[in-house]
């Protein structure tokens, strides 16, 4: 059976400091990727998204970006962290025969 | 851009009772997916269910079922003999391309005991 693997699952950063979050897919081959970020009362928000390694689309122009150097590993990173990054971060995985996403456990940063 | 709009930020309902969510979506195409997730307290997103534009059908999942209208962009959750388990936030999305789920901003439901 496939899983998402996301870590850590809490994050305390100051500003100013890098970031990176993991996310590994198990169980499936060449799965789409994305990363969401959910701000309090409001819905999910695309931030990136992956079809294959090393391909790369970005929905919001940011202080973020993503990397993908494996087939199952999509990475979200930032050189320097601002207030307004803190948020619900959740990684979600989808292959082109399924239509819904699964989604890993999430990561809830804060920037101090 | 698409949109997916939940007008109804907050829902209470009796356990036991019937609850419908609404959702409504802006879309150019002919062909998609629509999802109800749930986001429990755990922040874990939950897949409820799942509708085929091009079935006419409404899904149903033991006590989740949909009102899909395609021509009125409408597609309401209807949760029947409520349970506490089902407080949660509960998001409406649109998809079926590679680029991902659009999602609406949610409404949370809260069951009274």
């Known amino acids: 059976s496939q899983t998402i693997h996301q870590w850590p699952a809490t994050l305390v950063q100051p500003v100013g400091s890098p970031l990176s979050l993991e996310c590994t897919v198990e169980?499936?081959?060449?799965?789409?990727l994305y990363w969401y970020r959910q701000a309090a009362g409001r819905g999910l928000q695309l931030l990136f998204y992956?079809?294959?390694?090393?391909?790369i689309s970005s929905e919001v122009p940011q202080n973020l970006s993503a990397s993908r150097p494996q087939d199952r590993q999509f990475i979200l990173s930032s050189k320097k962290l601002l207030l307004s990054d803190s948020g619900f971060y959740l990684c979600a995985w989808k292959t082109g025969w399924t239509t819904e996403a699964f989604f890993g456990q999430g990561t809830r940063l804060t920037v101090v | 851009a698409q949109t997916v709009t939940q007008s109804q930020p907050e829902m209470s309902v009796q356990e036991a009772e019937t609850v419908t969510l609404s959702c409504t979506y802006d879309t150019s195409e002919s062909d998609y997916y629509l999802f109800w997730y749930k986001q429990p307290p755990s922040r874990q997103m939950i897949l409820v269910i799942r509708?085929?534009?091009?079935?006419?059908q409404n899904a149903t999942e033991n006590r989740f079922s949909v009102n899909f209208q395609k021509a009125a962009k409408s597609f309401s959750l209807k949760i029947s003999d409520s349970q506490l388990g089902d407080a949660a936030m509960y998001f409406c999305?649109?998809?079926?391309?590679?680029?991902?789920?659009?999602f609406g901003k949610g409404t949370h439901l809260i069951i009274q005991p």
């Open positions: 509708q085929e534009a091009y079935k006419q």
């Open positions: 992956s079809v294959g390694i090393g391909q």
């Open positions: 999305a649109k998809g079926g391309g590679a680029d991902g789920l659009t």
């Open positions: 169980g499936t081959s060449n799965p789409n």
